[in-house]
């Protein structure tokens, strides 16, 4: 045992990178006591050689015996047999740790255990599984299209989105260039801009383009430089760009409704210009009728007459009570679905949008079709657009018969009406809102008298008066929305003021010097129920507006706010989209936190917001405008908007928090509240929330914004995680190749150890074999029954040793390619039958029957030494591993280019766990009958073979029912 600790032997040890322990037993073999340890030992375990010597083990590690590592000490110091204990965590009140062990006992019966520490190891594997499921959570979930390139462009990842889209097989097209998939793209110029964000790393978009992947899809396509390749985010804006044209299309044909002159004619023409904007399997226009809605005119299945009763169920009649557009998807199976017959088809989607006439709903129109999900936000928009047409259409034609009666005979209104519907279709193309005020001020010069007259603004709580007509005005350009005046009377209230005479109004301001206003007209510009604006006319002319002129500017209005939350919504749908951009370029996702709020606050304009990330089951406020929810955690079970928004995975826009029982009330009183989440797929990753003081704050202008910019939180985030996750990648591929270069180093180690100790121990054996036969032959000598018996198992003994060495280096000259081969044609069949009787006192020593079935000659080229020692290896493995009375069969069967030999046993068998450890040195198999093995046998044999270019493998139908060690040889070398 000293020359292994002392002098250079030492440093080897100490240096090996593994832990080497040596234990002597005690109480009887019960526990065992440090005699010898390595520097590794003192490393992992955190203890001095000093304090270990001598100490038993038990006291040492308390765990050791619950560990399991005990049992196998008491074990191999019983039987000798060595183990391996394979990697498990061991833990007590000091140390917690993953170890792997490797246990022998030493011919002076110490015990020696060589163990590696696993633990950073095991924490790595389990972070880095953690972290891929993450990625691929995030890559695989994410609406957008997500595509990874290497520097040469090749596919080398792409999500869910990518495949439903093109409709192709991954496996088809990972490792292939991308002109190998899609050759058109050279030609839109893509090509080579992304070959060039690839060479200099600066991004690029593409607005408004059709994707290769999907013929008439439109994206947004932006390019981004990853590592040393590309990754490209697309995303599908084909439903805005279809929104546009609809809009194009309904402007196009709006103006026939002004033709129309009976409810029936617009109900017709309306369901016309549906036709054209929209596919679908009906669509009806249907008119309240006291307490029930009748279709007077549809397309698509003929239904027959249609009554809805309004007291019962039916989106139709939610629809009506609630006077709000309703876009339903599985509606057949939606509570409140009014089936009105199940003869022709299934309704997925279904599309019902009111026709408000003065402020009471006068009709529906109702959509359905059996396609899932098959209209939009945009969609919904554009038929909400056409029903604000058609309720100011039915305003000249349906009141009731006398007001009928009377506009038709007002020539003047008519025309007023008619010139209004040309107007409207100007509004409806405007881009700014200097337009909309030029196109108003028309209209309003036209047709009105008045003094003064304004399009005022709503501006946080204050009314810019930004468009002033007629003499100039003496007050100041802003009103508060907490003081007099007639017109803001109008925007706090949401009615129109039809003023006759000012004089004894007490909300009148006088704005002009030397001049009495006596009439004004203030009518707000509503848009989802909340006032934006005010149109107001003032002139000296007592009552001068008429209901019919109070109709027509109401109508204006409407058009106005149309037109102005188209706008409002494309400059901050615009705004927002570029600085979304800045998402894109994130590298963490703090930076992505910051860059979030700054588009909140300073793009949407939505202060007190947080933002709310899903981590362990509970949502964690990661910032945060409100201080008394910083670093919050909201457990996904418990109450709040914004955990029902990320259990129900869906917006959640709250008019007035105070009737919404999970909502958690801080130190701000909030009265509104916009709760998004932040989605991947079908799976939330967080939640975007604003909240407002005001009630009703929110519009579904801000609704959609919020959602287009929590689908852009998550693919940054997407983005960012995976890039974290290709650093954490790259670092473990570092750590794996530090680890193959640590055990190729402990292997040459091994080796050098090997061929040095086996070459020490030849030449001291060798000469005990020759003194015990001298001994023994020695005529001259007399000797003792029992010291010949003696001397007789030490020559046997000191022979196995010599066997064993020879095992060795043979097992070392393979490892190191020092082992040579010379082959030469020979006779196969020739060599085996000499082995086999060379062998047979073995066999007959234990009574087993042996058999060569082979042809007479089987010629091969092979080294004839080696391949003697591949077949006498295998043939004393059957005979020692085959019971008494067993068989052998030895089977020679030639074949095109090779011979297959088969060695067959009836022997103690093998199970599958033990064909997998076999062919290597100590595979620590623990054997039947007795007997144990080093394997450096079987080792030899597959080296051997290997270099013959051969196979060799076994079979086994498990543990007693034999094994048949197979080896195949080419003919030729």
């Not at 409140?336 to 402020?359: G, H, N, R």
């Not at 709760?675 to 704050?697: C, K």
């Not at 801000?702 to 670092?731: G, P, Q």
Request: aromatic share 8%.
């Amino acid at each position: 045992m000293d020359p292994f600790f002392s002098g250079s032997y030492r440093d080897v040890i100490d240096n090996m990178g593994l832990a080497l322990v040596i234990y002597r037993t005690v109480d009887d073999g019960n526990d065992f006591i440090f005699v010898e340890v390595n520097a590794g030992v003192e490393e992992i375990e955190h203890a001095k050689r000093e304090d270990l010597i001598g100490e038993k083990v038990t006291e040492v590690f308390p765990g050791v015996d619950e560990f399991g590592l005990l049992d196998v000490l008491r074990r191999v110091h019983q039987t000798g047999v060595p183990e391996r204990f394979p990697i498990g965590m061991y833990t007590d009140d000091r140390i917690t740790g993953w170890r792997d062990n490797y246990v022998y006992r030493l011919d002076t019966g110490e015990i020696v255990v060589v163990y590696k520490d696993e633990t950073e190891r095991k924490q790595m594997e389990n972070e880095l599984r953690a972290s891929e499921d993450l990625f691929r959570g995030f890559m695989q979930s994410a609406i957008d299209v997500h595509i990874l390139l290497d520097k040469d462009m090749r596919y080398l990842d792409f999500n869910d989105s990518w495949v439903k889209q093109s409709g192709m097989k991954k496996e088809d097209i990972i490792g292939k260039n991308v002109l190998e998939v899609f050759p058109q793209m050279k030609a839109t110029g893509r090509y080579d801009a992304y070959l060039k964000v690839i060479e200099t790393g600066e991004p690029v978009t593409f607005l408004e383009v059709e994707a290769v992947s999907a013929r008439g899809a439109i994206h947004d396509i932006h390019a981004y430089k990853a590592g040393s390749g590309l990754g490209v985010i697309s995303r599908n804006v084909t439903d805005r760009i279809k929104y546009q044209d609809q809009l194009e299309a309904l402007h196009e044909h709006i103006n026939s409704l002004e033709r129309c002159k009976s409810v029936e004619e617009i109900s017709e023409q309306t369901l016309n210009i549906i036709d054209r904007l929209l596919d679908f399997n009906t669509v009806g226009f249907l008119i309240r009728e006291e307490n029930q809605m009748r279709e007077i005119s549809s397309r698509g299945y003929d239904f027959g007459e249609i009554l809805i009763p309004l007291d019962g169920t039916g989106i139709i009649a939610k629809t009506v009570e609630k006077k709000e557009s309703q876009l339903i998807y599985d509606a057949a199976t939606h509570p409140d679905y009014y089936e009105a017959s199940d003869e022709y088809f299934l309704t997925q989607t279904e599309m019902t949008v009111p026709i408000i006439v003065q402020d009471n709903v006068f009709g529906v129109i109702n959509i359905e079709t059996e396609v899932p999900r098959a209209y939009s936000e945009y969609d919904l928009k554009v038929i909400e657009i056409l029903a604000k047409h058609v309720s100011s259409n039915i305003i000249s034609i349906w009141a009731d018969e006398k007001e009928a009666f009377a506009r038709s005979q007002s020539m003047e209104f008519q025309n007023k009406l008619k010139t209004l519907h040309d107007h409207a279709a100007a509004l409806a193309s405007t881009e700014t809102f200097d337009e909309i005020a030029n196109i108003t001020q028309a209209y309003l010069l036209q047709y009105f008298e008045f003094n003064i007259g304004g399009l005022s603004i709503v501006e946080g709580d204050q009314l810019a008066n930004r468009y002033v007509w007629g003499a100039e005005p003496v007050q100041n350009m802003f009103r508060s929305l907490d003081g007099p005046g007639i017109i803001v009377e109008a925007v706090n209230t949401g009615r129109t003021l039809n003023i006759g005479d000012v004089r004894d109004n007490p909300l009148y301001i006088d704005g002009l010097i030397g001049v009495q206003m006596l009439s004004e007209l203030a009518v707000p510009v509503v848009f989802e129920g909340k006032a934006i604006g005010v149109i107001n006319l003032e002139t000296e002319v007592l009552d001068a507006y008429s209901e019919n002129d109070q109709q027509l500017v109401e109508t204006l209005a409407e058009h106005v706010a149309s037109a102005y939350s188209k706008i409002q919504y494309d400059e901050r749908l615009n705004a927002l989209h570029s600085f979304s951009l800045e998402l894109g370029v994130t590298k963490s996702e703090n930076e992505i936190i910051e860059t979030t709020f700054r588009i909140m606050r300073e793009v949407l304009q939505l202060p007190n917001a947080s933002i709310q990330i899903l981590k362990d089951n509970a949502l964690v406020t990661v910032g945060v405008d409100l201080p008394e929810f910083q670093a919050m955690v909201f457990p996904i079970d418990g109450k709040g908007v914004t955990v029902r928004v990320a259990r129900e995975a869906r917006t959640i826009r709250l008019g007035d928090v105070r009737l919404d029982p999970d909502f958690v009330k801080g130190t701000t009183d909030s009265r509104s509240e916009l709760a998004v989440p932040i989605m991947v797929e079908d799976r939330v990753l967080g939640v975007l929330n604003v909240e407002s003081e005001e009630l009703d704050a929110y519009s579904s202008d801000d609704e959609r914004m919020m959602e287009v910019l929590a689908r852009n939180v998550a693919s940054a985030l997407s983005r960012v995680h995976a890039a974290e996750e290709k650093v954490e990648l790259e670092r473990q591929v570092l750590v794996e190749q530090v680890r193959v270069e640590q055990e190729q180093e402990l292997g040459e180690l091994k080796t050098q150890f090997i061929s040095t100790a086996t070459h020490e121990l030849r030449t001291p054996v060798t000469s005990i074999l020759g003194y015990i036969e001298l001994i023994l032959e020695d005529p001259n000598r007399t000797i003792a029954p029992d010291i010949r018996n003696d001397l007789k198992v030490v020559f046997r003994n000191a022979t196995r040793l010599v066997t064993l060495t020879n095992d060795l280096l043979d097992v070392q000259r393979i490892t190191s390619g020092r082992f040579d081969i010379q082959p030469k044609k020979n006779d196969i069949v020739s060599i085996i039958g000499e082995i086999l009787e060379e062998m047979s006192p073995l066999f007959s020593e234990k009574q087993q029957e042996i058999d060569l079935i082979s042809p007479k000659e089987v010629m091969v080229d092979f080294d004839e030494t080696r391949i003697s020692q591949l077949f006498v290896n295998l043939l004393r493995n059957a005979n020692k591993f085959t019971p008494a009375e067993g068989n052998v069969t030895v089977s020679v069967e030639p074949g095109e280019d090779h011979v297959q030999v088969s060695v067959k046993d009836s022997g103690v068998g093998l199970s599958e766990e033990d064909i997998g450890k076999l062919f290597v040195p100590f595979p620590g198999i623990r054997h039947g009958l007795g007997e144990s093995s080093t394997g450096l046998g079987l080792a030899i044999c597959k080296g051997i073979v290997d270099m013959h270019n051969g196979e060799i493998w076994v079979e086994s139908d498990g543990p007693g029912k034999g094994s048949t060690f197979i080896i195949r040889l080419p003919f030729k070398q």
